[in-house]
């Protein structure tokens, strides 16, 4: 099926610059944020996981007031309950001694919503309300809905991560994919959450799943997966991307509404490394190792959004300690390389970045016009310029 595009424009008319800022649910994805993004070319999201209807028409509102650039909203979709009870019931003893040490009960696994994130209340509103672009996450809606956002002139993205879900988006109707590599920070956007997948290979990376996809599909294609530089932007356009997605890249920008703690542990010598874990939703997720994570991790069933609800006082118990070993620091696994910039002169930097890898490309290996073989007359190439951040 082709996309449903309707009245809705192509997604490389909706920005400047090929950088798109990643949809970063839990508050860290402010209109802010997004606003500070557009205004320097890219293109900002709002995340409308976890919020009300009526709490994402507001942002909505505050956004469209800070800026008139096209910018995108995402969604979440509703979870087909995979939860083993009793597992569930055993995770919560084991989390038993976190409720004591942050004097937090832990929450309601079950409570009495519908629990599927409010998704057809926030359809209504973008119905409603239309933005430029909204994209999903946890799956592929179904092909009326992207029919319908089409006809109200949204861009509709699905965040894919395989081959398969790639074409199920495409058969739906989606305008374009998100092709999100194992490096990503946060939930990974696996359509189906299939416990069974955690005990081989955790996914493939970011370089060698957009290849796969773009052979795959005739869809655009944007990049997500551990992206922190613009010479890694430069290299997913080499590979058939039209943007990338950053987000842990924009975590640790003033704008960003992520906790001061968090925003501090992504360069923390304490924190060298990332994992794949289900310790704080009960669905994979990519985080700073601290010691939730490893000890709670390996017991974790998957169970989403039932343990996301039962982790959630503590999280936030822990965020107003101040105590980063008990708090879901979600980061990509380039978060070593975060800048405190403002988010527009971080788009800045990376655009020019972007600009000198292209560059680099262009002139070769020897510079602009030299002999490339391994005899040239040109002898040996210069030593490389020193590096240094783009003014």
Request: with cysteine.
């Amino acid at each position: 099926m082709a996309a449903a595009t309707g009245g809705a424009p192509a997604v490389t008319d909706l920005f400047r610059y090929p950088i798109v800022q990643a949809p970063m649910a839990g508050g860290a994805s402010r209109p802010e944020l997004a606003a500070a993004v557009c205004r320097a070319g890219g293109l900002g999201f709002l995340a409308a996981g976890y919020k009300t209807p009526e709490a994402v028409y507001q942002e909505i509102r505050l956004l469209r007031g800070l800026t008139d650039r096209p910018f995108g909203v995402n969604l979440f979709l509703p979870q087909r309950p995979v939860a083993d009870s009793a597992a569930v019931a055993v995770y919560a003893e084991q989390l038993a001694g976190e409720s004591s040490w942050y004097a937090t009960p832990l929450g309601d696994p079950d409570p009495d919503t519908a629990g599927d994130d409010g998704y057809e209340g926030k359809l209504a509103v973008l119905t409603d309300a239309p933005v430029a672009v909204v994209s999903f996450t946890f799956g592929c809606p179904d092909a009326g809905v992207l029919r319908a956002l089409a006809r109200a002139g949204t861009v509709t993205v699905v965040t894919v991560t395989s081959v398969a879900e790639a074409r199920t988006a495409e058969a739906a109707g989606a305008a374009a994919v998100c092709v999100q590599g194992v490096e990503a920070g946060g939930h990974q956007g696996t359509h189906r959450d299939d416990p069974y997948a955690d005990r081989g290979a955790p996914g493939l990376g970011l370089l060698t799943l957009l290849a796969q996809v773009r052979e795959a599909v005739d869809l655009p294609l944007i990049a997500a997966g551990g992206l922190m530089r613009g010479s890694q932007i430069a290299a997913v356009l080499a590979g058939g991307a039209v943007a990338a997605q950053l987000g842990t890249a924009f975590l640790a920008c003033p704008e960003s509404g992520a906790h001061p703690v968090h925003k501090r542990a992504l360069t923390d010598p304490l924190f060298p490394h990332t994992e794949l874990t289900r310790a704080f939703t009960g669905r994979p997720a990519r985080g700073l190792v601290n010691r939730f994570l490893r000890e709670h991790g390996p017991y974790a069933p998957a169970a989403y959004p039932q343990v996301h609800r039962m982790t959630a006082g503590l999280r936030r118990a822990a965020a107003h300690a101040g105590d980063p070993q008990g708090m879901a620091l979600w980061a990509g696994q380039g978060h070593r390389m975060a800048r405190t910039l403002p988010a527009e002169q971080l788009v800045r930097t990376l655009v020019a970045e972007l600009d000198a890898a292209r560059a680099a490309l262009v002139a070769g290996p020897y510079g602009a016009g030299a002999a490339t073989g391994p005899e040239s007359p040109a002898g040996p190439p210069a030593a490389p310029p020193e590096k240094g951040e783009p003014a």
